[in-house]
């Protein structure tokens, strides 16, 4: 299968502080990339759709200020998280995905290995 | 309300026996279901894809089932090892331009 990296695998930083992600995809085209947030012991939960070439989709309640993200290339999305507070603190999972022109369809999601984030 | 439900929470088996995990669904309409095994901090990895049409689908000692009628599916692991010790997460997706529904998954742990 496809292989997705996440850089970097985990960090802590100091609250008030931004901290940036990178979601890769190796040997793959990514039309699409979904970034995830996943608390301890729940679901993963969809934080944002990102086009390459275009503005990200949040979900509800997810602040677009706070959570940014880019997708300048097809190999690369990134997720900055502006003035970390300890709330903040989460596993980040992106996802790739190449997305059919003309049809919309998805192919198949591969996940990265997550990035583990604490903000003290 | 999630759409996504599955059973159970979590549990404990022996090295070389056999455990089933459940899920149900409400997500309608329905394209497909995702079984991924997701180690303690890691990213999920597919295990199998079903789609409306596919009753059964094997990936080694991992088998999942799917019935789209009642709106149920299975992942039995045969032979369980050590390595299994993760969480499995059910997926479902409503349509092939939909969003993904994530269960909260069933941590497994095998002892020796």
């Known amino acids: 299968g496809a292989v997705v990296s996440q850089h970097p695998s985990r960090v802590i930083c100091k609250s008030g502080t931004s901290v940036k992600i990178e979601c890769r995809s190796l040997?793959?085209?990514?039309?699409?990339m979904f970034w995830y947030r996943q608390f301890p012991k729940q679901s993963l939960m969809l934080m944002a759709t990102s086009n390459e070439g275009s503005k990200a989709t949040y979900e509800q309640g997810v602040e677009k200020d706070k959570f940014l993200i880019n997708h300048a290339s097809l190999t690369l999305s990134t997720l900055t998280v502006t003035s970390a507070h300890p709330e903040d603190s989460s596993f980040y999972i992106c996802?790739?995905?190449?997305?059919?022109?003309?049809?919309?369809?998805?192919?198949?999601?591969?996940f990265g290995p997550g990035t583990r984030l604490t903000v003290t | 309300k999630n759409q996504v439900e599955q059973s159970p929470q979590s549990l404990i088996i022996l090295e070389g026996k056999n455990c089933t995990l459940q899920c149900n669904y409400t997500v309608s309409p329905f394209s497909n279901l995702r079984w991924y095994k997701q180690d303690t901090g890691r990213g999920p990895v597919s295990l199998t894809i079903m789609t409306f049409s596919e009753n059964t689908k094997s990936n080694g000692r991992y088998t999942a089932t799917l019935d789209a009628d009642t709106k149920q599916s299975s992942l039995h692991i045969t032979a369980s090892q050590l390595s299994d010790s993760a969480s499995y997460i059910c997926?479902?997706?409503?349509?092939?331009?939909?969003?993904?529904?994530f269960g909260a998954g069933t941590t497994v742990t095998v002892r020796a």
């Open positions: 040997d793959f085209q990514a039309t699409t």
């Open positions: 996802s790739a995905s190449h997305r059919e022109a003309g049809t919309g369809v998805y192919y198949e999601q591969y």
């Open positions: 997926v479902v997706s409503g349509s092939v331009l939909s969003k993904l529904s």
